[in-house]
T-cell receptor, first 118, second 114 residues
């Protein structure tokens, strides 16, 4: 079973609209972290936002917010007032503190290709 | 500027040849990682190192080798045993040990087989 599922392979959104990118995860680890990264066509991965499993409030970073619904194992990224420069691949990722076997690596979803239209 | 430098940006490998991808960081991070990305896919962990002179296999380590002789450097060798090496390779670093273990990435190396 996939640990990170991103069900939207691609999305088209009008500039200035809000965007929600879906992410569901699967873990039995009580301690984990959830991350969102942006990958422009240049290829590098840009960190956007982090949510810890014990965090009481949803994370926010500028125009980015994370809609964390722990019981549903959902960690959707919300981008407010989208801009043309937001066009990119977006990846959801998870780090399991205990189940990962001590590994520090992240488990990534397959990504969502977001295209912002003028 | 602090960051992670990967070189070269593009690399071509001949059959039976080993090639080495460079990754250098000046962020003073303890941990470093190598990921592989295939078209239309997410990243998969190849190797990681939490401290100098120590490294661990990730999910897809077969056909790859690494070394960590210096804190700043974590080169990846793609050996001839890796039968399908064509991919985009990304190096990352972080301060390890906490749940909020934000990994910062380099610009990547695209490897192709001639």
């Amino acid at each position: 079973a996939q640990k990170i599922t991103q069900t939207q392979p691609g999305m088209f959104v009008q500039e200035k609209e809000a965007v929600t990118l879906d992410c569901t995860y699967d873990t039995s680890d009580p301690s984990y972290g959830l991350f969102w990264y942006k990958q422009p066509s240049s290829g590098e991965m840009i960190f956007l936002i982090y949510q810890g499993s014990y965090d009481q409030q949803n994370a926010t970073e500028g125009r980015y917010s994370l809609n964390f619904q722990k019981a549903r194992k959902s960690a959707n990224l919300v981008i407010s007032a989208s801009q043309l420069g937001d066009s990119a691949m977006y990846f959801c990722a998870m780090r399991e503190v205990f189940s990962g076997g001590g590994a520090d690596g992240l488990t990534f979803g397959k990504g969502t290709h977001l295209i912002i239209q003028p | 500027d602090g960051g992670i430098t990967q070189s070269p940006k593009y690399l071509f490998r001949k059959e039976g040849q080993n090639v080495t991808l460079s990754c250098e960081q000046n962020l003073n991070h303890d941990a470093m990682y190598w990921y592989r990305q295939d078209p239309g896919q997410g990243l998969r962990l190849i190797y990681y190192s939490q401290i100098v002179n120590d490294f661990q296999k990730g999910d897809i380590a077969e056909g790859y080798s690494v070394s960590r002789e210096k804190k700043e450097s974590f080169p990846l060798t793609v050996t001839s045993a890796q039968k399908n090496p064509t991919a985009f390779y990304l190096c990352a670093s972080s301060n390890s040990g906490l749940t909020k273990n934000i990994q910062y990435f380099g610009a990547g190396t695209r490897l192709s087989v001639l």
